[in-house]
């Protein structure tokens, strides 16, 4: 941590790189993986614009002036090793597998993608004792039924994660949503299977101090599974995104509903694309 940034080999959060499990509290994943797009590519590479990004980590808030390092025991794993990556469902399950190994040994993940379909494999493996709750901060509902044939595109893995059993949809709440559709199929079953989607326009209108109580009095004390895309934000702050929509979050609009969101009852905390996973820094 003291070293100059710009040396050494970069790691998410500056941590130890280590697939030891072993008195660890916290371990950081990257998945870099995109073969589910169905617009611009590019998130494949962004767990290792990440970690060239975190390069930047100190240990201290300016805040809050809390040290985080010294509160969890933390190591990078690495990326999860593909050898499929030309089949999505294949691929999935080599996710689902690597989730697994964490979650067996009581250690919570923290994935970096990556499209969004990874969150169906990683919820497979983290909603092994029933289903849990889900914060899903984002730009879309992704709960299209399918796209060109494929029912495990980026667009669909809260609905396949619905139908499997792996989420409770009355304890789901999708925030940012926005972005005209060409059919309502994907905001009407979500409010349909009862989960609450706060529009962008709510969100502004109630501000983030609103937002993160509404979340939090949302999910309650049940197992949560918190997904943040990096299309949430406007892409005047995120121009890299696959699928950029007009009118999104600031970012500390961001950072503000992040930090608001500590203290759930987590299962595991999934990042997309090229966002700095702020929550860490507390």
Same mark, same amino acid.
């Given at each position: 941590?003291? !070293?100059?940034?710009?040396?050494?080999?970069?790691?998410?959060?500056?941590?130890?790189?280590?697939?030891?499990?072993?008195? /660890?509290?916290?371990?950081?994943?990257?998945?870099?993986?995109?073969?589910?797009?169905?617009?611009?590519?590019?998130?494949?590479?962004?767990?290792?614009? $990440? %970690?060239?990004?975190?390069?930047?980590? %100190?240990?201290?808030?300016?805040?809050?002036?809390? +040290?985080?390092?010294?509160?969890?025991?933390? !190591?990078?794993?690495?990326?999860?090793?593909?050898?499929?990556?030309?089949?999505?469902?294949?691929?999935?399950?080599?996710?689902?597998?690597?989730?697994?190994?964490?979650?067996?040994?009581?250690?919570?993940?923290?994935?970096?993608?990556?499209?969004?379909?990874?969150?169906?494999?990683?919820?497979?493996?983290?909603?092994?004792?029933?289903?849990?709750?889900?914060?899903?901060?984002?730009?879309?509902?992704?709960?299209?039924?399918?796209?060109?044939?494929?029912?495990?595109?980026?667009?669909?893995?809260?609905?396949?994660?619905?139908?499997?059993? /792996?989420?409770?949809?009355?304890?789901?709440?999708?925030?940012?949503?926005?972005?005209?559709?060409?059919?309502?199929?994907?905001?009407?079953?979500?409010? +349909?299977?009862?989960?609450? $989607?706060?529009?962008?326009?709510?969100?502004?209108? $109630?501000?983030?101090?609103?937002?993160?109580?509404? !979340? %939090?009095?949302?999910?309650?004390?049940?197992?949560?599974?918190?997904?943040?895309?990096?299309?949430?934000?406007?892409?005047?702050? !995120?121009?890299?995104?696959?699928?950029?929509?007009?009118?999104?979050?600031?970012?500390?609009?961001? /950072?503000?509903?992040?930090?608001?969101?500590?203290?759930? +009852?987590?299962?595991?905390?999934?990042? /997309?694309?090229?966002?700095?996973?702020?929550?860490?820094?507390?």
């Amino acid at each position: 941590m003291i !070293a100059p940034r710009y040396s050494q080999i970069p790691s998410f959060l500056r941590a130890t790189m280590s697939r030891d499990y072993q008195n /660890l509290d916290i371990v950081i994943v990257g998945i870099p993986y995109d073969g589910a797009l169905t617009n611009r590519a590019g998130a494949r590479h962004g767990t290792r614009e $990440v %970690r060239n990004a975190l390069s930047m980590m %100190r240990t201290t808030h300016h805040v809050t002036k809390v +040290n985080p390092y010294e509160n969890a025991r933390i !190591a990078d794993v690495g990326d999860i090793d593909f050898n499929s990556v030309f089949d999505i469902e294949k691929t999935h399950a080599e996710i689902s597998s690597f989730i697994k190994q964490m979650t067996d040994a009581n250690v919570m993940p923290l994935s970096v993608g990556g499209d969004h379909s990874i969150s169906l494999p990683i919820l497979r493996s983290v909603a092994k004792n029933g289903p849990v709750a889900l914060i899903h901060i984002d730009a879309h509902t992704d709960i299209w039924d399918q796209f060109q044939g494929s029912k495990f595109n980026h667009g669909s893995p809260f609905r396949r994660a619905t139908e499997e059993g /792996l989420i409770d949809p009355t304890k789901t709440i999708q925030i940012g949503i926005r972005g005209a559709q060409n059919l309502p199929e994907g905001w009407e079953y979500s409010e +349909n299977h009862g989960m609450r $989607v706060m529009f962008i326009e709510e969100v502004q209108n $109630v501000g983030i101090e609103a937002v993160v109580q509404e !979340a %939090r009095l949302f999910v309650g004390d049940m197992p949560v599974y918190l997904t943040f895309d990096i299309d949430s934000l406007d892409p005047v702050y !995120a121009p890299g995104t696959g699928t950029p929509e007009i009118g999104g979050l600031t970012t500390p609009e961001a /950072l503000a509903l992040i930090r608001g969101l500590r203290g759930l +009852n987590y299962v595991e905390q999934a990042w /997309l694309k090229y966002l700095r996973p702020s929550i860490w820094v507390v």
